[in-house]
């Protein structure tokens, strides 16, 4: 919960006319393979965000912790954070796996590691 939520600066955002959040993340370079001339690759993909989708994204800014979010959007919704929790976690994790975003440990987490000869990934 007190992580901090962090969009991947390699991935351009914006909102469309509609106010959705669009997020443009750039393809890797093109191959040189036999039907690479003949085949046009995109150089980036589009992803646009549905509405709640597009809120927590702007909250991920950096400075805001999971547990602000979760906040935010419990007020936003108008619903006890509890609902929304499970559903947050998920999409964040979702974003997460796809490399959209990152969780920043608190100095607090850091440290013990740093004091431990651990790295986060170690824990069981």
Do not use: C, Q
């Amino acid at each position: 919960m007190k992580s901090k939520v962090v969009r991947n600066p390699l991935v351009s955002w914006e909102k469309n006319e509609k106010g959705e959040v669009v997020l443009r993340v750039k393809l890797p370079e093109r191959g040189t393979g036999l039907f690479s001339g003949f085949v046009r690759r995109p150089t980036e993909r589009k992803i646009v965000l549905d509405e709640i989708g597009g809120y927590v994204w702007e909250l991920a800014d950096g400075t805001r912790t999971v547990g602000d979010i979760l906040d935010a959007l419990a007020k936003k919704l108008k619903v006890h954070r509890r609902e929304v929790e499970a559903p947050l976690f998920t999409y964040l994790k979702m974003l997460a796996d796809r490399r959209l975003i990152a969780l920043a440990l608190p100095p607090e987490f850091a440290k013990k590691f740093r004091r431990e000869g651990s790295s986060p990934g170690d824990i069981s």
